[in-house]
């Protein structure tokens, strides 16, 4: 629909574009990168911020401004230090499953570099909540293991180092966050913080899911998505920032 910001969706750590797949059959037009070294067979980066230069280079050299940014877990990490740094080319953030902090336990971190098929496993059994399709499991384990190793360390160690909750009252950007009731690996409590600390900030917990609460229940986020755009869309532009 005309009038519409372009909706730009950020994997989290070990993921690749498809992740999104759902929410671009749900939002056509949509756009979702693969992060660098996630599935071109080059490196990817230590840091967010590295991250979040490589994709305003991309947008920028695409044209996506305005745009519509979400990003799940390190994606919304991403979108978090994207909005700090360049608000101007943002209509709105998404934040799915994420925090203004997101510290990463030793343990995982160590088995990551040591045993990484078994990390993963880890990984992923604290990302679904209870009961999950033993398909979508299947799937999600069969897609990171496809992402290198060294990779994936990598953004785990990016996510270990990143910490704005000291600038969150600064974000002039409307903003959306969304978790899974039963999210294990960054609670509701998460979301709880960025809805209360973000100026502005619309919060919308759903029932039944994880972490992987857009894979898990993606009727309901692409509800929740699909309504924050329309109201964006609605809204006069400089009302948004």
């Known amino acids: 629909?005309?009038?519409?910001?372009?909706?730009?969706?950020?994997?989290?750590a070990g993921g690749t574009s498809h992740a999104w797949d759902l929410q671009r059959l749900a939002?056509?037009?949509a756009v979702a990168p693969n992060l660098?070294?996630?599935a071109d067979g080059g490196c990817g980066f230590t840091r967010v911020e590295a991250y979040g230069e490589w994709l305003r280079d991309?947008?920028?050299?695409q044209s996506w401004p305005p745009m519509l940014l979400a990003g799940h877990s390190m994606g919304g990490a991403i979108a978090l230090w994207y909005a700090l740094s360049h608000p101007r080319d943002l209509a709105g953030i998404v934040?799915?499953?994420?925090?203004?902090?997101?510290?990463?336990?030793p343990e995982t971190l160590a088995a990551l570099?040591?045993?990484?098929?078994?990390?993963?496993?880890?990984?992923?059994?604290?990302?679904?909540?209870?009961?999950?399709?033993p398909r979508l499991a299947a799937r999600l384990r069969e897609a990171m293991l496809a992402v290198p190793q060294d990779v994936t360390v990598g953004d785990f160690?990016?996510?270990?180092?990143?910490?704005?909750?000291?600038?969150?009252?600064d974000l002039r950007v409307p903003a959306l966050v969304v978790v899974g009731r039963e999210?294990?690996?960054?609670?509701?409590?998460?979301?709880?913080?960025?809805?209360?600390?973000?100026?502005?900030?619309?919060l919308v917990v759903i029932d039944g899911a994880g972490h992987g609460v857009h894979l898990e229940r993606p009727r309901e986020v692409n509800h929740a998505i699909g309504e924050f755009r329309e109201r964006l869309g609605a809204a006069p532009a400089n009302a948004r920032h």
Do not use: N, Q, W
């Open 1 to 12: 629909m005309s009038g519409l910001p372009r909706l730009v969706f950020v994997h989290g």
């Open 27 to 29: 939002f056509p037009g």
């Open 36 to 38: 660098p070294g996630h």
């Open 58 to 61: 991309a947008a920028r050299a």
């Open 95 to 105: 934040l799915i499953a994420t925090g203004g902090r997101l510290r990463v336990h």
């Open 113 to 133: 570099r040591t045993d990484y098929p078994a990390a993963v496993d880890r990984i992923l059994g604290m990302s679904l909540a209870e009961h999950p399709k």
């Open 157 to 169: 160690e990016a996510c270990d180092a990143f910490d704005v909750l000291d600038r969150l009252a």
């Open 183 to 202: 999210d294990r690996v960054t609670p509701p409590k998460y979301a709880e913080y960025l809805r209360d600390h973000i100026p502005g900030a619309r």
